[in-house]
């Protein structure tokens, strides 16, 4: 996450994202994460579900990696993260890009293991949830509507 301090730097992150031209190894949990925050604030169609997942598999096919019920773009965890980057954005109202994204990594969504406190990986990791969205099977996700 290094790089990913100035909204200049989210924000050309974010273009090449877009792109499909982001090298893999910056498309790190930090990294899906600034994409996540510059597309809520900047640019919220981008940020839609399905244009979202479009966005996630181009990138995929990008970096070769597979689009399948085993790898590549999982809906749930898509809808789950920019979930809990909204949040963040609307409790940093106006700050620097990455001062929210430093105070995501610095909570428990930080952790790229967080979502297994909500999820089995059983569940979260079928088929169906890579899909289409799955509701949580071990804890209710705080305050909000997820699909």
Same mark, same amino acid.
């Given at each position: 996450?290094?790089? #990913?301090?100035?909204?200049? /730097?989210? /924000?050309?992150?974010? =273009?090449?994202?877009?792109?499909?031209?982001?090298?893999?190894?910056?498309?790190? &949990? /930090? !990294?899906?994460? /600034?994409? *996540? #925050?510059?597309?809520?604030?900047?640019?919220?169609?981008?940020?839609?579900?399905?244009?979202?997942?479009?966005?996630?598999? *181009?990138?995929?096919?990008? &970096? !070769?990696?597979?689009?399948?019920?085993?790898? !590549?773009?999982?809906?749930?965890?898509?809808?789950?993260?920019?979930? =809990?980057?909204?949040?963040?954005?609307?409790?940093?109202?106006?700050?620097?890009? !990455?001062?929210?994204? =430093?105070?995501?990594? =610095?909570?428990?969504?930080?952790?790229?293991?967080?979502?297994?406190? &909500?999820?089995?990986?059983?569940?979260?990791?079928?088929?169906?949830?890579?899909?289409?969205?799955?509701?949580?099977?071990?804890?209710?996700?705080?305050? *909000? &509507?997820?699909?």
């Amino acid at each position: 996450m290094s790089d #990913l301090v100035s909204d200049t /730097a989210i /924000a050309d992150h974010a =273009a090449r994202v877009q792109a499909a031209t982001l090298p893999k190894p910056e498309w790190t &949990h /930090a !990294g899906h994460f /600034a994409f *996540a #925050l510059w597309c809520l604030r900047h640019d919220p169609p981008s940020a839609a579900p399905e244009a979202m997942r479009r966005t996630i598999m *181009a990138l995929n096919d990008a &970096h !070769g990696t597979p689009n399948t019920d085993s790898a !590549g773009y999982h809906h749930t965890i898509t809808i789950v993260s920019l979930h =809990a980057a909204g949040l963040v954005l609307e409790a940093n109202p106006g700050a620097p890009l !990455g001062e929210v994204l =430093a105070a995501l990594m =610095a909570g428990r969504v930080g952790r790229s293991d967080w979502i297994l406190e &909500h999820w089995s990986r059983e569940v979260l990791f079928s088929p169906a949830a890579r899909r289409d969205w799955v509701a949580p099977d071990l804890a209710a996700l705080p305050a *909000a &509507h997820f699909g």
